[in-house]
């Protein structure tokens, strides 16, 4: 991989290692490599990174799970179970200003690369831990993926239609905001790390992100609400808040406040709800729910949703159609705000998902290819001072790797 194209990214400069597979610490990679970071991916001899197998779909040997969570990264293949590869590993954490991984507790300490020790040889590291369950308690040992942590949070429980049995949010949720939480503290850790030459440990995990997730509903709780259970797109407090069917189509409505209820109310020629003195506030609106939802049912109902969306644009009542994914990834919102991006040399069969932030100083995201397997370990190395045979002895399975097409900034 070569050098990025310069540019004022907040990161650049900053030097990542990152030995985590699957999905949650990839995506906390990839969106320090997007503010500008250096990211230096580790990956075992053989087939590397988990997700890399991650399919079908393929395209031209490449899992498209892999390509959404690994651009702007280079490659490094090292076997750590060789007393070399480790002692290369230990090197390019020496020279690094963040590491990253999410190995069992137990194997950490047998290659030396806990928390800990780190810290105690290089004092301004910035080290993120990332688990399923954390780095303390009965189950900090216990491994961990999206669905066991959705299932454990909570989060599981209240999702699915009413009546019917709990469902897995179908994305990967749990991974992808870990992956964000884990770079928000890593990025404030290198704030104090500029200022004061300090380190930090951080300890992120799937279930802790989930409880976060479910902070409201937990806290409805514990407040006196009954134990929640499935609802659909219906919210636990807001009324009304949830899908409606209309003479073609589903869209939701999200009435938010009392003013936004008189609104809606006028719009739909629902006046006498809006007229009720219990009605007024969403209290009494949720305590009356099936029965205002089901008029309301009954009017959406008459027309179509592209009508119904165009009333509620002109009263300013939040409501959207229920899209599926052909129709998001045309979506004039999202094409004009380039949140979809082609992978670089795969003539739009691969996409990433711009990151979701957008910064004045770096109009242009930074888009390069993902990495194939070891195609940067004899330049890494070389650059920490191995010379090319000892590179090459180092990288098993890398050489003959295909090179990566050059890499392109999006327009």
């Excluded at 959406?300 to 300013?316: C, D, I, P, Q, Y």
Aim: glycine residues 10%.
């Amino acid at each position: 991989m070569s050098a990025p194209p310069s540019s004022d990214r907040p990161l650049d400069g900053v030097r990542v290692v990152d030995v985590t597979t699957s999905y949650a610490g990839p995506t906390a990679s990839m969106y320090l490599a997007d503010l500008g970071a250096t990211v230096i991916k580790v990956e075992k001899p053989g087939g590397g990174d988990d997700a890399r197998g991650w399919g079908p779909p393929f395209v031209d040997g490449t899992s498209a799970w892999f390509a959404t969570a690994n651009r702007n990264k280079s490659s490094v293949v090292l076997d750590l179970r060789n007393p070399a590869g480790r002692e290369a590993l230990l090197r390019l954490i020496a020279s690094a200003d963040v590491f990253l991984q999410n190995m069992n507790p137990t194997k950490l300490e047998r290659l030396g690369i806990d928390g800990a020790s780190l810290l105690d040889q290089h004092p301004r590291l910035v080290y993120c831990a990332m688990s399923g369950f954390g780095l303390d308690g009965p189950d900090s040992h216990l491994p961990g993926y999206d669905l066991v942590a959705q299932a454990r949070s909570g989060l599981m429980s209240v999702t699915g239609e009413s009546g019917r049995s709990p469902q897995r949010v179908s994305t990967a949720l749990s991974d992808v905001v870990t992956g964000m939480c884990a770079a928000i503290a890593i990025n404030a850790a290198l704030v104090r790390q500029a200022r004061h030459g300090r380190g930090e440990i951080i300890d992120v995990s799937l279930l802790d992100t989930d409880l976060a997730m479910m902070a409201p509903r937990i806290g409805a709780f514990q407040a006196g609400e009954p134990e929640p259970a499935p609802s659909g797109g219906t919210d636990s407090v807001l009324a009304v808040y949830q899908p409606f069917q209309t003479a073609d189509r589903v869209i939701v409505i999200a009435i938010g406040n009392d003013m936004m209820w008189q609104r809606f109310c006028g719009a739909t020629g629902l006046a006498d709800l809006g007229a009720e003195p219990k009605l007024r506030d969403n209290a009494g609106r949720r305590e009356q729910r099936p029965r205002i939802t089901a008029r309301i049912a009954e009017v959406l109902a008459t027309r179509t949703a592209e009508e119904w969306l165009g009333v509620m644009e002109s009263v300013s009542v939040p409501a959207a159609m229920v899209q599926s994914l052909s129709e998001v990834i045309s979506d004039p919102q999202v094409v004009a705000r380039r949140s979809l991006m082609d992978v670089p040399g795969t003539d739009g069969s691969l996409v990433t998902v711009r990151s979701p932030f957008r910064l004045a100083s770096s109009p242009h995201p930074r888009n390069e290819r993902f990495p194939d397997l070891g195609a940067d370990t004899e330049r890494v190395l070389t650059e920490l001072g191995y010379t090319t045979d000892e590179a090459r002895d180092l990288a098993p399975s890398s050489a003959g790797t295909k090179v990566a097409p050059p890499r392109e900034e999006a327009s």
